[in-house]
């Protein structure tokens, strides 16, 4: 037990400061640290936790970080309907939603009326209960009277707090002492990017709020944890609230520590509303997540009762959306790709068009139920479309534009790839090459698969690399790759001794990898980065894995019986026992237990500090091989850091260093301390 002065002191200055470094990433996006340390911070919290476990509060950061398995949501009654908004594409309907609104107050007697304008984030709606000032439950929409209890879920987002603070609170309270805020949980596009990345081809998330909306009803609230969802406020509602104006209670909720979106704006005249509108209409691309228009709230909320709602929607706000941005081009030409699990694709090849600030050349066709749906021919004109960040589609043909040249897309009958015949099951969308193992096509979607970033992390293998590899019969799969010998390697093209080389050493770096990254690795159908991670801890070997029943494996949180059903059929492949004794000979991790590669103690009791970019090590990699070796990565220099490792285009800290006299390294210095 590490020896702790003062416990309480200490958990509460970490929990301190992990909110402020919450606050500094998601709302002010002016991170301090990077996340390596920051989950530093977050274990030397959760390990103080773990040894005064008397000293664990509902409000601390360690609570986010989820752990919780619920099996099913029980369902909860909002305190009032979550109504949803009127929507219009159209500036005059906007017009006429302020007039409609400033005759009804004109029958009150209110000759003022303010209007608020919020951006709409393009996400879930979740009601969040406060009582007391703590946390106490927070809900889906569900259908506006009942929704889900995900509280879990919810706690794991670092931009809702976990307790508000009471001062502030104390006064809308109530007799119920309840507050309740509402708002939208969103994925940024860069964590949603990420996420898709760690996803397989065929589960990937169309847009972030897909992936949103699929994040919070995971059962397992460590993995929405590590998804990093955001939430914006935009309802403030205690008991005794009528005399603010929702301008005043955004202001509030970012006080208390909401995210409110920022871009809020007070609007006296439809001009300034317009204003508003056609502003963001360009800018909102640069944002670091979606939205998808402009909410206008009557900001005097004394008002808001009296002009009522429909059965859905409210009479004191409407929600204008943008236009999804369109272009006209040509379809020039259809390919079929296949995937690496033998699946086709058509994609269409369009003339170039500019859209959305980006040249789009091609766009997927998904299968031929949808080439089917739009009626699309080769040659014809089509209108592409672009939502957020997601892939462009052909939304429809000109038909009245159709050339007399135009030739229908027929559907293939034999595999680009290898010419088998390929095959339709029923009540499937897609053509299949049945040819699995021989197709070359699918056997390099396989192997770039296996390489990739989230999975061995072989980042010398590239696409024409493979390609050659697959061509010439060097590799069947992408256990061979760990067979090839320097001499066949320096024959291919473009292909000297020194990248041969390098070749050789990134595979046999990727040996070090966990049994979980090469769970993910295999290509199992329907197995990402999080069910790779959830079958390792449930099945510690791929022997155990192999041997579990569909039942078994249907019973590991959210692994549902399509999941169990693809891992069942990939073990009962009848060259798996081949791929196996290749795996093992080729000494890869087939077990969580196995101990890893037994390293030596040379950073013993070191602290390190890494500033500016290593030239063959990231970040993360670079740490790892210190704290392997006894060592303590650091964030910041002081006279105690032991040492810093300069790299390229070193920060201010490398300067401060010199100053007080800490020893600099080289990566190359660094590079030799390691073996
Ligand atoms: S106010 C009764 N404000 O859009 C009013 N909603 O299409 C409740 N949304 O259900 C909603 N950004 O999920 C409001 N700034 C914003 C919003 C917003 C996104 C969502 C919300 C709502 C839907 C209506």
Redesign the pocket.
Known sequence: MTNIICPQEEIAKLRQEIERHNHLYYIDAKPELSDFDFDRLLEQLLSLERQFPELVTPDSPSQRVGGTITREFPSVQHREP????S?TYSLPDVEEFCNRVRKLLLLEGVQEQEMVA????????VSLLYRDGLLVRGAT?GDGRQGDDITANLKTIATIPLRIESALVADLQGEEREVEV?G?VFMRKDDFERLNESRPEEDRFANPRNATAGTLKLQDSAEVARRRMCF?A??LKGLRDESTVHFSRLELLSRLGFFT?DHYRLCHAVEDINAFIEDWAAKRWQLPYETDGV?L?LNDVRFREKLGATAK??RW?I?YKYPAQQARTVLNNVLFQVGRLGTITPVAELQPVLLAGSTVSRSTLHNFDEIERLNVMIHDRVIIEKSGEVIPKVVRTIPEERPADARPILAPTHCPSCGTSLVRPENEVSYYCPNEEQCPAQIKGRVLHFASRNAMDIQTLGDALVEQLVARGLIKGPADLYFLQEPQLEKLERMGTKSAQNILHALEKSRQKSYEHLLYALGIRHVGRATARELSQACPSIDTLRQASEEQLATIPDIGPVVARSIIDYFAKPTWPDTLEKLRTAGLPLSASEPREQVNRNFEGLSVLFTGGLERYDRQTASELVLERGGRVVGSVSKKTGMVVAGQDPGSKLQKALKLGVRVVTEDEFESMLS
């Open positions: 979550m109504l949803s908004l929507n919020e951006l709409k984030f393009d996400g879930v709606a929409r509402r939208e914006v935009y309802y979106g909410v709230k929607s409210p706000a929600a």
